[in-house]
């Protein structure tokens, strides 16, 4: 059933994208996976539960938070080590992170529509046919199957990361297991978060509700959880009833500098060559001369700040700094923007995408959004060396460089703001008022 599910979504999309220039067809139900409301419902609990966490004190809400449109509000994320919510958290002096998440938080609207078949900023995973999970992750090989959708997959890998949710070597047993490289399997993390859950009476008659298997005796599984989570994000965040797709099912046209930026988007600012199709996203991976800020995606052992992109997956230099074409569905309200979150103004965004190799050498730091955190690498290394900034100018040199006047980037904004939907921002079933773990529920 899953190489159908996700055989279906790579053909929609090579289907689904217009060509540049071109108004998108409107969203229809056709574009999305069914979804279980039940099944959402459970996932709704366990995606603000924070007993997933290595240490039982971070949520996949505290980097996704619908008060932050489905982000955190930060240029990285403090995962572990840090206490406090969106541009408020804040370092815990007894707990201190050894690094900021390296990339900035992504937002989750509209990641049950079928044509979403890459995920993550450099798409390390992604559907894949041929593989017997159907996915190709990291994991490789001992990728376990029962996922029911890359959403499902892509969902729960945070919990494997020390920075994430983890937690620091030697913290707790799930720490202990990703250190020694235990992850599926009986005494893996994934097993051990599956016992915790399954272990709370209110999950097991809840997870035995809605998966008849279960209520037969089957053992809860890693994937049930991550599918419970999958469906809620996929019915909470569908995100297709904003002015634009108004506009699109010729309901009510949009006017004013909201359509002249349209026209700008679709036309001589040439955002279509990148932002095409329904959702704004060709799901490709390009080179734009995005400041590079923070501990960069590098291993433990690694001194350098860097963040190659798209090349750590492919091992292509013709991959260098290129990152994944993100959805604009709501993106006024998921800022900071760019990979690593360079930018907290929408309109300097604008003015540096269009002319990247310029406004390299024009970036303010003081555009980041970055919770003080002593003691790790610094978060300037990269941008404060003129080589580094030197080799992610030349990876974008195919960028074009256009400049926007003032009145262009206001008639964006207006079109941008037209891709704010208050259903999916507000969410539909919004944040618990607690969780059958009974730890606290971050809001």
Not at 265 to 285: I, L, M, N, P, W
Not at 328 to 344: E, I, K, Y
Not at 354 to 362: H, Q, S, T, V
Request: include cysteine; glycine fraction near 10%.
């Amino acid at each position: 059933m899953i190489r159908l599910i996700l055989a279906a979504g790579l053909a929609a999309l090579c289907a689904g994208a217009a060509p540049a220039g071109e108004l998108p067809a409107p969203v229809t139900d056709d574009d999305f996976l069914p979804v279980s409301e039940a099944e959402a419902r459970l996932g709704h609990l366990l995606f603000y539960d924070p007993v997933l966490s290595g240490n039982r004190n971070i949520s996949c809400a505290t980097c996704h938070h619908p008060r932050f449109g489905t982000s955190d509000g930060l240029s990285l994320s403090l995962g572990e080590g840090g206490k406090g919510l969106g541009p408020d958290r804040v370092v815990d002096p007894g707990n201190l992170p050894e690094q900021r998440v390296p990339r900035n938080s992504p937002a989750l609207f509209n990641l049950g529509a079928r044509e979403f078949t890459v995920l993550f900023h450099d798409g390390r995973i992604g559907v894949d046919p041929s593989r017997p999970s159907g996915l190709r992750t990291p994991l490789e090989d001992e990728m376990v199957q029962g996922f029911a959708s890359i959403l499902s997959a892509q969902t729960m890998f945070p919990v494997l990361s020390p920075d994430e949710m983890a937690g620091h070597y030697g913290e707790n047993d799930v720490s202990k297991a990703v250190r020694t490289g235990q992850i599926t399997g009986p005494g893996g993390a994934w097993y051990i978060i599956a016992r915790r859950v399954s272990g709370i009476p209110a999950y097991a008659e809840a997870f035995a509700a809605v998966y008849p298997d279960i209520a037969a005796g089957r053992p809860l599984d890693f994937t049930d959880i991550s599918n419970a989570i999958a469906a809620f994000m996929e019915f909470e965040w569908r995100s297709d009833d904003s002015p634009f797709d108004r506009h699109l099912r010729g309901e009510a046209p949009l006017i004013g500098a909201a359509a002249t930026g349209m026209e700008l988007f679709y036309g001589r600012a040439g955002c279509v060559e990148c932002h095409s199709g329904k959702f704004q996203t060709d799901h490709g991976f390009h080179a734009m001369g995005q400041p590079q800020l923070g501990p960069g995606k590098a291993e433990r052992f690694e001194a350098h700040s860097r963040d190659i992109g798209r090349m750590r997956v492919t091992n292509d230099p013709g991959d260098a700094y290129a990152f994944r074409t993100p959805s604009l569905r709501n993106v006024l309200h998921t800022g900071p923007w760019g990979h690593a979150g360079a930018f907290s103004d929408i309109r300097a965004f604008l003015h540096h995408h269009a002319d990247p190799r310029a406004g390299m050498e024009r970036y303010d730091p003081a555009q980041a959004v970055l919770p003080d955190l002593p003691g790790t690498k610094p978060d300037w290394a990269v941008a404060d060396d003129s080589a580094e900034r030197a080799l992610i100018a030349a990876a974008a040199a195919a960028a074009p460089a256009r400049v926007l006047t003032e009145g262009e980037v206001e008639a964006l904004v207006a079109f941008l703001d037209a891709l704010s939907d208050p259903v999916a921002l507000k969410g539909r079933l919004g944040v618990p008022e607690a969780v059958p773990s009974g730890l606290p529920v971050e809001r």
